[in-house]
Each structure stands twice: as C-alpha cells, then as structure tokens.
C-alpha cells in the first residue's frame, strides 16, 4: 500500500481553514511566477517558499518527501536530458562524439527541473489542503460549471486508485513467473504495454460504474443543487488575499526577470 | 381493486452491439415480461452473463443510456416510463445500489456520500443531517463515523452504506445488483437482516439481480430464472428451485437446505420442501440414534511442510498490524480452507506467501527453503497464487495469451507448454473462448481466465484467494473438479474462502483468522462445531452442521455437504 500522496489527509490549521477560492487564486498566481520566472535563483526562492507555507501550514513533512519521491523520476529525466540537447553557452565542459555538454545546457537542466517542482507544489498546495467537496464549491463558486468542477475532483479521487491498480497488476505478472531482474530494458518496456491496456480497460468499467452510480442519484437534473457545506469568506481569507495579491505584484516588479 | 404494480416489464428485448465487425449483435434479452407488485420482492438469477444485471440496470433507467445497447419493450416504476423520464428524474422514486459498491462511493466522507445524492435533489442543507441520520440507522450503520473515508470501511459496511444513499433520496423501489457478492457470512446475515426490515416497515419493492440461492431463498417472494435470453422459469423459490434442480444448464445453485430435503423426498414423498435449515421438519418416527464417528484432524508429521510459517508479523505502512506472530504448517498435499471476516488478514497470508509482501518478523518456508532472497517471479515456479480480483489480473489480448503468460515465463518447452494451456482451458470451460478478448467475458468467465492462467503453470502449491466470487454455478464446479483433480494428483491447496459450503465440501483442514491471529484450526467438524468462535470470527456453520446442531445428532460423517448430512438423517430415522 502506499502513502496517499496528492490527495486531501484531514488536518487542522490556517492553511486547511482557508476559503478553497483563496487557495485557487494563491495557486494560480504561483502557477503564473513559475512560468514567467527565469532566474534559477527566483525559482528556487518560489520552491522554497512552497514549502514554508506547507510546512508551516501543518501539512505533514512525510507527505511532501511522498510528493518529492513521485516527482524525482521526471526531475532526474530533465537534468540528464536537458543538457544533452541545449549546447549553447561558450563554457564547454565536455565533448561526447556529437553531443556538448556546456554550463548553460546544465543551468537550463536545473532551470526546467526547478520549475516543475516549484509548479507541482504550488498547486499541490490547495489539493492536500482541501477536501474535494469544498475544492469542487470553490471552483464553482469562483464561475465554473459544477460538472467541470466535479470531474477535477473524480479525476483526483481516482489518480490513487490508478497508481495501486498499475501495482496489482504488476504483482499479478510477478506472481506468474514474470521476473523484472532477469529482463532486460526491452522487454520490461514491452511488458508495460499490456499493463497499461489493463488498467484502461478496469478504468473504463469503474468509470462505467461510477456514471450509472451517478445517474441513480440524481446528477445532471436541471434543478438548481444545494450544499450541506456552505463555504464563506472570513477576514482572514480577505487578509490572505491581500497577502497574496502584494507579495504577486512585489515579486512582478522584483528582478524576477533579468 | 388491486393496486397497479410497482414494477411493469412487458416485451423487454436487449441487444448490445457487436464487439467486432465479424461479430453478429448479442441479443441479450428477448421478450421478457413481468410485474412486481407494491411492497414485493423479486429476484432475477440466472448463469453469469445471462442478463439479470442488464434486466435491472434497463428497469433502473439506466441502460441502455449509458451503457450502450438497444431496447424495445416497455418498462414503467412507479407509474412513470423509465425509458421517457430524463436521466436522474427518478432518483427519489427509484433506488439503485450497483454491483461495485467501491465504484459508486467516491466522496471522501461517509456523510458527504450520503450528502451528495440529497444536494442533486435539491434538499435544504438544513434538512440533510436528519436524512443522513435517517439512512445510516436504517442499514444499521448509525454507530459509524460520519468523517469516516467510505474506502476504509470493510466490504459489509460499503454495501450497507451503498445502500444507505440510496434510501437517503427516499425510493419506493429499489433495484440491487449482486448484493451478496463478496460478502462474509456475517455481513451476508447483517444485509438480509436489514432488507427484510425495510420490506415490513417501508413497504419497499424490491428487485434484485442476484446469484447466490440462500440470499435469494431469504428474501425472495418471487423468482425469475433467465437463460438463453429469456424468462425460462417464474414463480415462487420452491416452484423455481425444483424447475432449477433438473435443469442444470440454467447455471443456478440450489439452497444447501432445499438439496436436501430434495434427496430426502426421492425416499419419502411426504418430507416437506425446505428451503432454510429452520424450515426442516423433524422426522416422524425417532429412532434410536446410531453413533457416528467424529473425524478428527490427523497431523500428518511424516510429511513435510509444502507452506511454513514461523512466527510471521506483518505491518503495512499505515494501520495495525495485518499478521500477528502468525505459525502455521501444512504439509504436503493438504487441503486447508482459510476463512475470516473482511479484513482479517487472508489476503496479507497470500501475498506473503509468494513473496509479495515481506514478513517484518518471522519467516516463510516452501518446501522447507526460506523464500527471503527469493524474487517473487522465481517463487511461481512452486506456488501459483490466484488473487481476488480477475481484472488486475487479465493483460494480454486473447484467452489463449493470458493463459500462456504464466507457464511461458516458467520456461515450459513448447509441446508441454501447449499441453498444460489446452488442459487447463479445458479445465475451466474456456475453449470456445480462446481467441476471444477476455474483456468481453462476463465476470464469471473473466474469473475462469484468471484461474486458468495459475492452472496451466502446474504448480505444487496453489492458493486461490475468494475465487468463487461471482463464479455462476456451472463454473463454480468446473473450479471444484479441478482442485478435487489437482489434490488427488497431490497439490496443496490453500483455499481462502467465505464460503462455508465450499469449504466444509473440499478442505480437510479449517483455519480461521481473526485480527491477524489464528483463532481456530482443525478438521471441519471441530471448528464449525464452535459456534461462538465462527460468531466472533463473522462466520457460519456449513448447513449440515447446522441441522445436526438443530437435532441434537451426536456427530455427523466426514462427508458436510448436504448429500452427506441427507445419508445421516437417514441412518438415523430409519
């Protein structure tokens, strides 16, 4: 079993008490640094800044070295691969028959790395932070048709029940003699393929499963739906707005950019 | 005078597209018609993929909407045609509690699950607690956690929570897929329980696509056997139970009470058809009472242990300990049933066995050799184990790949490998399916291809985990004849099961495990002889140690199936 990264654990604190809409607007401007920064520095600043609003959040320190673990297979694709490709720069560092490897292709490895990381926390905030009902409230309150906002919150329900059923299948074919060790690179990647049409194909019935449950309980009537849980914005949800919206533009006039 | 039916079926045909351009359409259903009047309870039972979840899920609305498909006939609930209303209308007329409770909970609370139906209706906030409350009381589920994740629940309270929802949206009818499926005897009891009150006290109708005859014979007013398409037996369950019992390729399993009574009438016409253990009749004339002999477990020692463990515990990351300084020892060539509530451990004992699972103290033996070090694809050459759910276990193309999969990894040369794939396709009545995609099987076949893929790598011990579940009755003896085969030839098996008829029929050895714990181990009639102990394990006694306990037999023969305790009865009446 693994640890439920990416997905809402109950907790008690400022950060989880905050108004779902709040969480989406600071996710939203984050998103937006991330993607205009270029600086390293600027984007390790961002990263490190994530995690000081998580750690002092109360989000649990386990859950982001979870997040941390997913994450790192993609990071380490990026820095090995990025330099390979980009060979600008005028500091070579060394020669491998037709590929380059210059201080620049490395910096920019660690500028695209340190971007998604710094993109997957900030948005990961409001998701470990929020229970779906209140994340699917507060995107529909913020304008977005309750049906957009419900799949957001079914695809983040199931993105768990995905990653466990890719590791029972593959228990399965371990079971019948299929040994990972032994197999070279190939073949691993060849037996991939007919994982991946299984848990299509079980996704396909629980999603088959999962229309005819909803439509038995009456989703997709015309009639206007009510909330058991109300959410309201407090002063302090208008405080962190606040808070949100000046560090944004600081950061914006800041030598964010070069 | 009478009052207009609940549910009105008349010229129901179904027919599902081809699943390849070759193909001709499947006509599922053709021409069914039938009534459930108010407050009545019928059940549709028939082989896997005969179209009883088809049936219920077109009478609920929602197929062929969303599932595909084409219907002609005429179907109205309540008054109002299912086919007209817009999707959703009828959620306050017509509830639905579906085969999959795990696929249809999906809110991360048990009340925001409850919550979620009322809020499509449109229910004032204010009045939701009070519905919730409402639900969970009447599924018996009101000591439960309303914050509760609905997953963490066990497999009972799912399917009483599914079911929960939806009474909370108030129905007069409601409509259950399989729902007894995958349920311990315990939260079997616990759901017939809680329906039958509902029917008194709700007048609820209910309509049920359900294979399992003791839930059925329960519960049941009315029963309608579907094959080949059709309607081919209606009436009462005793009218439909005798039709059943000479037509075995209806594919329906008969109550254990009412096989034997059946048997008993062959010899005296005027023993009356039961259909329940407390429906029997005591005999006439009482004879003095031959004494019978108690077979007891004979430890085998001069035979080594095939399965070993020593002192095993077992902790996942989050939660309690899953084993608990667990030993155990089966020697070669035993069959041990391996039984215990949702969540006692059963499925951990699996995994660890082969290797899937690492013990965090103690050790696992096969063959008297330690499996640690070992991977767990060199394991399967010596322990084929087949998990609960065939669709994590089904990934190649065609039946004839998937079977092949496993004994070609274990390096079979061609001429066995082909004899141990057409063996076991045989086996498990797969051969009219070989080239086919497994994932257009009902549930039932789906399941046979799973079994027949740890069949055909022959191994010396094999462990199947709940493979009954779903199985319709003439696959459940098709798996039954090849583990009876696969012992004979001198195969351990380990058979984790709910099902105590199965287990009383083929094991030679009963483990229950409770909490992580062995809590009773021994031969059939020493362990379900302890009542309280299968109460608190969420067990029950196999029918003929029921009756036995009902009559005050002294013992019973070694032989627990219903033929068994009907041979018994009749040494001693006569």
């Not at chain 2, 008297?368 to 184990?385: F, M, P």
């Amino acid at each position: 079993m693994t640890a439920a990264i990416g997905q809402f654990a109950p907790g008690d604190s400022w950060l989880y008490r905050l108004d779902p809409r709040v969480k989406l607007l600071h996710a939203f401007l984050g998103i937006v640094l991330c993607l205009i920064a270029s600086r390293v520095e600027a984007l390790a600043i961002l990263l490190v800044v994530t995690h000081i609003i998580l750690f002092v959040g109360g989000v649990s320190p386990l859950r982001i070295v979870a997040a941390w673990g997913r994450l790192a297979v993609l990071l380490i694709i990026i820095l090995i691969i990025q330099p390979l490709f980009s060979s600008g720069g005028s500091v070579v560092l060394a020669r491998i028959g037709p590929i380059t490897i210059t201080a620049d292709g490395i910096l920019a490895g660690l500028r695209i790395a340190l971007r998604v990381a710094s993109a997957a926390f900030i948005a990961l905030t409001p998701i470990l932070t929020t229970p779906i009902p209140a994340l699917v409230r507060g995107l529909e309150k913020i304008g977005l048709p309750y049906t957009w906002g419900m799949t957001v919150g079914l695809a983040l329900r199931y993105l768990e029940t995905l990653t466990e059923l890719y590791q029972t299948i593959n228990e399965a074919q371990q079971a019948r003699g299929w040994d990972t060790a032994s197999r070279n690179i190939v073949q691993r990647v060849r037996a991939a393929i007919p994982t991946l049409i299984a848990i299509i194909i079980a996704s396909l019935r629980l999603s088959d499963s999962l229309a005819l449950g909803m439509a038995a309980r009456g989703f997709g009537l015309s009639r206007p739906r009510t909330h058991r849980m109300g959410i309201a914005m407090r002063a302090a949800d208008w405080i962190a707005i606040g808070v949100v919206t000046i560090a944004f533009v600081a950061a914006l006039f800041s030598r964010v950019n070069p | 005078m009478s009052a207009p039916p609940s549910v009105h079926v008349a010229g129901l045909t179904f027919t599902f597209p081809a699943w390849a351009a070759h193909q001709p359409p499947r006509l599922v259903l053709r021409d069914v018609s039938f009534d459930v009047l108010a407050g009545g309870c019928l059940a549709v039972t028939g082989a896997a993929g005969s179209g009883k979840s088809t049936l219920c899920m077109a009478v609920a609305g929602l197929a062929p909407r969303l599932t595909g498909g084409y219907l002609a006939g005429t179907i109205v609930v309540a008054g109002r045609d299912v086919q007209v209303e817009p999707p959703g209308a009828l959620a306050g007329t017509l509830g639905v509690a579906l085969a999959d409770p795990a696929g249809q909970l999906f809110n991360p609370t048990v009340a925001d699950e409850i919550a979620w139906g009322l809020e499509n209706l449109g229910v004032p906030p204010a009045r939701m607690d009070d519905r919730i409350r409402g639900a969970l009381a009447m599924v018996g589920l009101d000591q439960i956690a309303w914050d509760q994740p609905p997953q963490t629940l066990s497999g009972g309270q799912q399917k009483r929570l599914a079911l929960a929802v939806a009474l909370a949206l108030e129905p007069s009818v409601l409509i259950l897929d399989q729902p007894s499926g995958g349920l311990s005897p315990l939260g079997r009891a616990e759901l017939i329980a809680v329906l039958r009150q509902l029917r008194q006290q709700r007048k609820l109708t209910l309509l049920m696509a359900e294979s399992d005859p003791e839930f059925i014979s329960r519960l049941a007013d009315q029963i309608i056997v579907i094959h080949d398409g059709h309607i081919a037996c209606q009436g009462t369950p005793a009218e439909v139970y005798l039709e059943a019992a000479i037509h075995p390729e209806y594919g329906i399993a008969l109550p254990p009470a009412f096989a034997f009574s059946q048997i008993l009438r062959q010899r005296d016409p005027a023993f009356s058809l039961a259909l329940t253990v407390d429906a029997i009749d005591r005999p006439a004339s009482k004879r003095q009472r031959k004494p019978l002999e108690v077979a007891s477990l004979v430890a085998d020692i001069a035979r080594p242990a095939a399965i070993q463990l020593d002192d095993v515990s077992i902790r996942y990351k989050t939660g309690p300990e899953a084993l608990r300084r667990l030993s155990l020892a089966i020697p070669s060539g035993q069959f041990v049933a391996l039984a215990g509530e949702n969540g006692s451990g059963k499925t951990t004992l699996a995994r660890c066995l082969i290797g899937l699972i690492k013990p965090t103290a103690g050790r696992v033996l096969l063959d008297g050799a330690d499996i640690a070090g070992q991977s767990v694809g060199a394991l399967a050459r010596l322990i084929g184990v087949a998990f609960q759910n065939p669709e994590t276990q089904i990934f190649n193309p065609t039946v004839i790949e998937e079977v092949t999969f496993g004994p070609r990894n274990l390096g079979q040369s061609d001429d066995s490998l082909a004899a141990s794939v057409n063996e076991s396709l045989t086996s498990f009545g797969l051969e009219a399916w070989r080239d086919v995609p497994p994932a257009i099987l009902s549930l039932s076949a789906r399941r046979m291809v799973a079994l027949a893929g740890i069949a055909a790598m022959r191994t010396p011990i094999i462990v199947l985990d709940e493979p009954t579940v779903g199985l319709d009755d003439n696959d459940l003896r098709r798996l039954m004849a090849w583990l009876v085969d696969r012992h004979r030839a001198g195969a351990t098996v380990l058979l984790i099961t709910h099902d105590m008829e199965l287990a009383a029929h083929l094991a030679e050895r009963i483990v229950i495990l409770k909490r992580g714990q062995i809590v009773a181990d021994g031969s059939p009639q020493q362990v379900f002889n302890q009542n309280a102990l299968l109460q608190e394990a969420g067990l029950e006694a196999p029918f003929a140690i029921q009756l036995a306990q009902r009559f005050n037999w002294p013992a019973l023969s070694a032989d627990l199936t219903p033929f068994g305790a009907a041979r018994v009865w009749m040494g001693t009446s006569s």
